[in-house]
């Protein structure tokens, strides 16, 4: 088995000078905090600024780039699962806006992307990494 591109356990440091880790494979980043935050950036940068479109800037550009980094570390089912996920969400945050007012129903929706997207990716990793 060829050892030279392998990454420590998980949590784990490789030692200085390990020949057999390979610092150029980029760990995951925590999709499941970027995710909802980006749901609540996007719709505060809206509210303040009254430009919709400028929020909506916002959620495509987190949504692009957590998808990129499902893909990147789940695989391109998962990553277009949670992407729909993430789409629904924000979606589902305007009716739901009418009923419990604005803020609420967007922390809501980022609460329950955030538990999703926890549950997707921070289980089972796949073998590849």
Same mark, same amino acid.
């Given at each position: ?61 987190? &949504? $692009?780039?957590?998808? /990129? ?8 089912? @998962?990553? %277009?699962?949670?992407? =729909? *996920?993430?789409?629904?969400?924000? &979606? $589902?945050?305007?009716? /739901? ?8 129903? @967007?922390? %809501?929706?980022?609460? =329950? *992307?955030?538990?999703?997207?926890? &549950? ?10």
């Amino acid at each position: 088995m060829d050892r030279a591109f392998h990454l420590p356990p998980r949590g784990a440091a490789a030692p200085p000078g390990d020949p057999h880790y390979d610092r150029r494979v980029p760990r995951a980043h925590p999709t499941w905090l970027i995710a909802p935050l980006s749901l609540l950036l996007g719709f505060g940068v809206a509210d303040v600024t009254g430009v919709r479109p400028l929020g909506g800037i916002v959620l495509f550009l987190a &949504a $692009l780039w957590c998808g /990129l980094e499902w893909r990147r570390t789940r695989g391109l089912g @998962v990553a %277009l699962g949670l992407v =729909v *996920v993430y789409l629904l969400a924000f &979606a $589902l945050s305007h009716p /739901l806006g009418r009923a419990i007012e604005s803020w609420p129903a @967007v922390l %809501l929706v980022s609460l =329950v *992307v955030g538990a999703v997207v926890w &549950a997707a990716t921070t289980r089972h990793p796949r073998a590849a990494l």
